[in-house]
């Protein structure tokens, strides 16, 4: 009970400290600038697209992960947690090895469709999506091992198809977790800092995040980036609250 | 950052040593009662930690191990990063003994703070654009930044070399947009490193430390756009004559001869 008391301060002394150094008389202009709601608009957008991306790739991966056997399974497994330990500087120089202009795919990309993903939005949702993915895919895996088979082997004898019987029979039993993990990447994505002002860079409108515009703004105004971190958090506890109740009601 | 990183990476060991250096220093007397005072009192006065800005991070390091050399039992721990933060971490209590900045705006932050008195310039630093070595946009003046298929990049308004470089742009009458506003000078370099942008201003000094990796080109609108370098040892400093012989060192003809070799104009 005390540990769990300790815990808690722990994680919400910081918020507090956050709110009490708030300059709340200037709040209101500072809030007005069009650069922050512009920072805002593109963290929201781009976390979202992230998190779509993530579920497209991620589900199917983690299918992969749980249900079929092949060799090499666990190192892969392992592989797909790296994101999760590398520091995410160093996850967006290697995007940047990788995908960069004269990276190893990135130099294909550029010469076969023109395509360059350093500076550009697509390029922040690159490096959430690669920081985020391991949230989704850690999490429906779970979700699918602790599914009884059963039902899936029922469903299959009496007739339906795999398509069928994922839609109706594995979807409906993963779906808490493939929910839990879509939150998670989305926090995840929307908080991302690192890995975007390493890959993708720093310009107001195109790649620059709300974590981005914060940090630069501790360097010159600590009061605008106290305003800037507890819009973030306001809204985004805003909308994981409003989704949850969606989902409480619609289950 | 990566570069940032690997300091970091060497700093932490060093801060351990100094922790358990000290705290043997401690262990060394268990029957003097008052053991841990003197322990404290030589640790003062044995240890020098200097903020820097992260642009003085080669010529630093190589004046703290001739300042070590000359006064023997002496340790120098450096923290280097943005001038802005250091400003910030110091005003915010952070035990410090000498304050180097990279421009007049980040010292005046601890200067109205009361943290220091009385800085000196000591050296001033100029902007060169930088170029990866094949300089694949052929850019060789300022001019040629213009040019929307040029991918530039700039630091950010926010820190000085971003505030140097909008000063140059200005004086010289042009209008660049860049891909990116990076958060520091080593950042912006990296990009130029990667080959990621065809060019960047950047401090010259960053661009000799860069070695072969980038080339330089002057250009005359740098003149009105010069940054100074002021130093000053911090009030509350835990060790105040190691502070001032420190800074003595860096405003001396040796210390002159390291940071001009290094690319910076003497002030």
Redesign the interface.
Known sequence: MVLAVVGMAFLVLPLAGLLVRAPWSTMPERLAEPQVLEALRLSLVTATIATAVCLVLGVPLAWLLARVSFPGRRLVRALVTIPLVLPPVVGGVALLLVLGRRGLVGQWLESAFGISLPFTTAGVVVAEAFVAMPFLVISVEGALRAADLRYEEAAATLGASRWVVFRRVTMPLIAPGIVAGAVLCWARALGEFGATITFAGNFPGRTQTMPLAVYLALETEPDAAIVLSLLLLLVSVAILAGLRDRWVTSA | ??RR?TRWAVAAPVALALVSGLSACGSDEPGTSASASPAASSASSSALTVFAAASLTETFTELGKTFEAANPGVKVTFNFG?S??LA?QITQGAPADVFAAASPATMKTVTDASMAAAPTTFVRNKLEIAVPPDNPAKVDELKDLTDSKV?V?LC?E??PCGAAAIKALDAAGLKVT??????DVK?TLT?VE???VDAALVYKTDVLSAGGKVTGIDFPEADKAINDYPIAPLTKAPAPDLAKKFVDLVLSQQGKDVLVKAGFEAA
């Open positions: 950052m990566l990183l943005s802005a933060t910030q991918k990049a950010a926010q820190v860049p891909v990116t506003l990076e958060q950042a990009k990667l080959g990621e």
